[in-house]
C-alpha cells in the first residue's frame, strides 16, 4: 500500500507567492499532502504551538530561500531572528529530513523586496548554516523549482522512508499478520545470503578527512622570508590528528632600551672631547615622555603578537575512499585559544611608529673621531649609499601546484571558523586551499571541530584535530 506523506513548506511570504503556489501544486501531482504558513499567523503564540505539532507530523520539510530575510521576532529568546528561521530551527531540532533550495545569486534583486544591510547580512549566514549539512539545490524560477522539489522528494523517499499516512480501511489485519510471519523468515533467510554477499562486495564510497599543512615560502635569503610564514619555531608537532605550538612571548619591553637617558659615564675615553656635558642634558631632556613610550611598547606588543606570534595554515581535504565527492562542504571550528586572521591582513600590518629619538651626542662624536682618524671615510659613505640594492621574495611554485582551481572551489573565515567548498574531489586524491593564519592567543589543550558534507553523505561526518597550546 503506498503511503501519503505530509511535506511543510517553509519560506518568506510576500516574494515567493508565486513559488509556493508551484511546490504545492507540485506535491498535490506526486499526490502527496503539502502544508505551510498559509494555514497560519505566525505573529501568534498560541498558533505557533499548531505551527509546530504540524511540523512534528510532517515527513519532510521543504525550505525555500529568495531574496528577502523576512520579518523578524521582537520579543523573546527568538528575538532578533525570522519567523521563517524559527521554523528551520525547530525542524532541525526534531530531526526531520530537510531539503533547502535557495535563489541562485544571478537572479537580478527586485526594488519591492529590498531590505536594510543587516536583514541581508541575515540572509547570508542564514543560507549558510541551511545548506550546511542538508541537501541543497540552487533555482532561478518557479518552474525549475517545482521540477528540482519533485526530484529531491522522490529521492529523499526512497532513501528515508517516513511514517506517512495509510488508510485504515485498505487491509485485512488478520491476513497481513499471516503474510507478516512469512515474510519474517524470508528476511531471515535474506538477511543470511545478504551478509555473504557483502563479503563479497566493495562499497564504493567517498571518505574525506581533513588535516592542516604548514605554508611555505622559498626565498633568495632567509632574512627576506615574510614573518607570517616562517612560523618563528612556534609549531612543535603537526600531523593529521595533533597540533602542538607554544605561545610566543615576545619582546616588545626591550623597545623601551633605546630611550633609556644618557650619562657622560657611558662616553669612551676616546670620545670624551667630542661630547659636552651640556650635550648629555640636552639630549635627555628632549627625549620623549614616559605615557608615549609606554604606549609606543603596548602598540608593539600587540603587532609582535599578531606579526610574529602564528603561523600560516593550508587546510588539505583528502578523499581516501573508492568513490569521487562531489559538492563537498567543509566546516572548521577552532577553540578560544587560538585566533584566526585572513594571511593578507596579516601582510598588510604596519609596524607601530617608534616615538622620535632626538640626535645622540655619543653617535655625533663617533662620527667626528672617525672624520679625524679617516679622512676618506666621508667617500666610502657615499659609494656605499648609491650601490644597488635587491630583494627576493618568491612563493615556492612547486607547493603550490597542488592547490586547486580557484573556479572550483571557495574558502572563507568566519569569526573563529573556517569555511571551504568544492565542486569535486576524485578518490585517492587531496585539494590545498587558501592559507589562513593561527595565533596562539592562551595555553590549554582543546580540540578543533571539523564537519564534512557531499552529495554522496547522508548525514555530515565529524572529525576532531587535537590541539595544545604550551
Excluded at 603596548?298 to 581535504?317: T, W
Amino acid at each position: 500500500m503506498k503511503k501519503k506523506y505530509q511535506i511543510f513548506i517553509s519560506s518568506t511570504y510576500k516574494d515567493l507567492v508565486k513559488a509556493r503556489a508551484k511546490v504545492r501544486d507540485a506535491i498535490l501531482s506526486m499526490m502527496h499532502f503539502p502544508v505551510g504558513m498559509e494555514m497560519f499567523n505566525a505573529a501568534d503564540e498560541e498558533q505557533w504551538e499548531i505551527i509546530k505539532e504540524t511540523i512534528d507530523s510532517s515527513d519532510y520539510y521543504v525550505l525555500i530561500l529568495g531574496q528577502r530575510y523576512g520579518s523578524e521576532i521582537e520579543e523573546g529568546s527568538d528575538a532578533g531572528i525570522s519567523y521563517t528561521e524559527k521554523e528551520f530551527r525547530y525542524a532541525t531540532e526534531k530531526k526531520i529530513p530537510i531539503l533547502v533550495f535557495i535563489m541562485a545569486d544571478s537572479v537580478p534583486l527586485q526594488r519591492d523586496f529590498i531590505e536594510s544591510d543587516s536583514q541581508r547580512k541575515k540572509l547570508e549566514k542564514f543560507k549558510v548554516i541551511a545548506s550546511h549539512g542538508h541537501t541543497m539545490q540552487w533555482w532561478e524560477n518557479e518552474d525549475e523549482l517545482a521540477r528540482k522539489v519533485i526530484a529531491s522528494l522522490h529521492q529523499q523517499m526512497d532513501r528515508k522512508e517516513r511514517t506517512g499516512w495509510i488508510r485504515g480501511d485498505s487491509f485485512d489485519i488478520e491476513a497481513s499478520y499471516a503474510e507478516l510471519l512469512k515474510l519474517n523468515k524470508k528476511i531471515c533467510e535474506l538477511e543470511e545470503e545478504n551478509e555473504k554477499l557483502k563479503s563479497q562486495i566493495v562499497v564504493r564510497k567517498p571518505h574525506l578527512k581533513v588535516s592542516f599543512v604548514m605554508a611555505e615560502v622559498d626565498s633568495a635569503e632567509e632574512s627576506k622570508k615574510e614573518e607570517c610564514y616562517l612560523h618563528g619555531g612556534l609549531v612543535q608537532e603537526i600531523s593529521e590528528n595533533h597540533i602542538k605550538m607554544r605561545e610566543i612571548t615576545g619582546n616588545a619591553e626591550n623597545y623601551r632600551n633605546k630611550y633609556e637617558p644618557l650619562e657622560i659615564g657611558y662616553v669612551d675615553a676616546h670620545l670624551r672631547p667630542y661630547v659636552r656635558k651640556e650635550d648629555i642634558q640636552k639630549y635627555n631632556e628632549s627625549l620623549p615622555d614616559a605615557k608615549a613610550i609606554d604606549e609606543y611598547i603596548k602598540q608593539m606588543r600587540v603587532y609582535e603578537k599578531l606579526k610574529k606570534g602564528g603561523v600560516a595554515l593550508y587546510l588539505k581535504i583528502e578523499n581516501d575512499g573508492t568513490a569521487k565527492a562531489t559538492d563537498v562542504r567543509v566546516s572548521a571550528t577552532f577553540p578560544e585559544c587560538v585566533h584566526l586572521m585572513n594571511i593578507d591582513d596579516v601582510k598588510k600590518l604596519v609596524e607601530p611608529p617608534a616615538p622620535k629619538l632626538p640626535p645622540n651626542p655619543i653617535d655625533a662624536a663617533e662620527k667626528k673621531y672617525e672624520r679625524k682618524m679617516n679622512p676618506m671615510v666621508d667617500l666610502a659613505n657615499y659609494f656605499a649609499c648609491v650601490q644597488p640594492s635587491y630583494s627576493f621574495d618568491a612563493i615556492n611554485s612547486s607547493f603550490l601546484s597542488n592547490r586547486l582551481d580557484t573556479k572550483d572551489y571557495c574558502f572563507y573565515i568566519d569569526e573563529n571558523s573556517i569555511f571551504a567548498e568544492n565542486r569535486q574531489l576524485p578518490h585517492k586524491d587531496a585539494g590545498i586551499f587558501d592559507d589562513f593564519y593561527m595565533i596562539p592567543v592562551k595555553k590549554g589543550d582543546a580540540k578543533i571541530k571539523i564537519s564534512m558534507m557531499c552529495s554522496e553523505y547522508v548525514e555530515p561526518e565529524e572529525q576532531y584535530i587535537d590541539i595544545q597550546i604550551v
